[in-house]
């Protein structure tokens, strides 16, 4: 009998401390709130990356090799005469491949000429040459063109602009919800963050563009438009009750 009452008394004593345990547990878990904040920040671009081809297709190698060459030394000259830095221009290596007809009666693939083709590519920190540029490039012989890649030289100090804004807005929104709640807010405990960036719609140019379609002042007709910078925070902030 003395044996089941000091079990009895054993376990009452163990459900005791595990019930403090869980009490004081309960009393030290962290009361927090957690939310996000996003801002944008808009901004105009300040250069543009430009690949400009000239391709050409000839029966002898040497002959389109050197309407290519003749075309990219024009081109090349233009940079200069519109005071480009040329370390913002990079020409790519010649690439040469040789073409082929198949004769079906032969059962033979037979040599037709060559597909010589070489890139040049631009950082232009002077958009008020894109137009200039682009048109002039035309009509000395390139005859294949991506879109121009605008983009900020800036862009990382504005995609912490709008990171910094983000964590601003993410504790109005705290602030809120606390106050709504009847609390305080704390400090940050936690904070995700990510950044990136929009660049603005522009048209393609295409190689074999009508000239009659392209203004006297192509400077005038590229209008670059805004780049958006956003940034984006999830923030857990301890969560304080009003006395």
């Known amino acids: 009998m003395r044996f089941r009452t000091l079990q009895l008394s054993t376990a009452a004593a163990c459900a005791l401390l595990i019930s403090g345990?869980?009490?004081?547990?309960?009393?030290?878990?962290?009361?927090?709130?957690?939310?996000?904040g996003q801002a944008e920040i808009q901004a105009e671009p300040d250069r543009a990356l430009i690949t400009l081809g000239?391709?050409?297709?000839?029966?002898?190698?040497?002959?389109?090799?050197?309407?290519?060459t003749k075309t990219v030394d024009a081109v090349l000259k233009l940079t200069r005469d519109l005071k480009i830095d040329q370390k913002y221009v990079r020409t790519t290596r010649v690439s040469v491949q040789p073409e082929y007809n198949w004769d079906n009666n032969a059962k033979e693939r037979n040599l037709i000429g060559y597909y010589v083709s070489r890139?040049?590519?631009?950082?232009?920190?002077?958009?008020?040459?894109l137009g200039q540029l682009m048109?002039?490039?035309?009509?000395?012989?390139?005859?294949s063109v991506g879109?121009?890649?605008?983009?900020?030289?800036?862009?990382?100090?504005?995609?912490?602009?709008?990171?910094?804004?983000?964590?601003?807005?993410?504790?109005?929104?705290?602030e809120a919800v606390a106050k709504a709640a009847g609390a305080r807010l704390g400090a940050p405990r936690t904070i995700s963050a990510s950044s990136g960036f929009v660049p603005p719609p522009m048209p393609m140019m295409k190689a074999n563009m009508a000239r009659a379609e392209?203004?006297?002042?192509?400077?005038?007709?590229?209008?670059s438009g805004q780049m958006g910078f956003n940034g984006s925070v999830q923030v857990e902030?301890?969560?304080?009750?009003n006395p």
């Open 21 to 36: 345990w869980a009490a004081g547990a309960e009393a030290e878990r962290p009361r927090t709130i957690s939310v996000s």
């Open 119 to 129: 890139q040049i590519e631009i950082e232009l920190r002077d958009l008020d040459k």
């Open 237 to 241: 902030y301890d969560l304080i009750p």
């Open 147 to 174: 879109d121009p890649r605008l983009d900020s030289t800036k862009r990382r100090d504005l995609e912490r602009e709008a990171l910094a804004k983000a964590v601003a807005d993410a504790k109005l929104n705290a």
């Open 214 to 223: 392209m203004a006297s002042d192509a400077g005038g007709s590229y209008q």
């Open 135 to 143: 048109e002039k490039s035309f009509d000395l012989g390139v005859n």
């Open 54 to 68: 000239v391709e050409a297709r000839k029966p002898k190698m040497e002959d389109a090799r050197n309407e290519v």
